[in-house]
Nanobody
Framework: HLVESGGGSVQAGGSLRLSCAAR????????VTWYRQAPGKQRELVAR????????NYSDAAKGRFTISRGSDENAVYLQMNSLKPEDTAVYYC?????????WGRGTQVTVSS
């Protein structure tokens, strides 16, 4: 149901825009969260945007550098990542949740070199 894209390799200080596309879901009804998992580490929340237009929230690592947003047709959610650091290197996953419905994408790799 969810497909991430936009990952890649960039140098420190660069930017990437990740996309999470929803298929078969009324995406606007779902709370959408970006997570990441670096090698040898637990999966961690990066940014979350609730349904209904509420404010987004971010991890401390993402605040001030990353922005989560919904597409105008509400069939996609984006994660704009600026001022990337090597410690941002991870697989980034999109999650959509509504009551008992819980969907995950397969992830997209982000690699930041120093």
């Amino acid at each position: 149901h969810l497909v991430e894209s936009g990952g890649g390799s960039v140098q420190a200080g660069g930017s990437l825009r990740l996309s999470c596309a929803a298929r078969g879901l009324i995406f606007g009804r779902y709370t959408v969260t970006w997570y990441r998992q670096a090698p040898g580490k637990q999966r961690e929340l990066v940014a979350r945007i609730p349904s209904g237009g509420g404010p987004a929230n971010y991890s401390d690592a993402a605040k001030g550098r990353f922005t989560i947003s919904r597409g105008s047709d509400e069939n996609a959610v984006y994660l704009q990542m600026n001022s990337l650091k090597p410690e941002d290197t991870a697989v980034y996953y999109c999650n959509a949740k509504l009551f008992r419905s819980d969907y995950w994408g397969r992830g997209t790799q982000v690699t930041v070199s120093s």
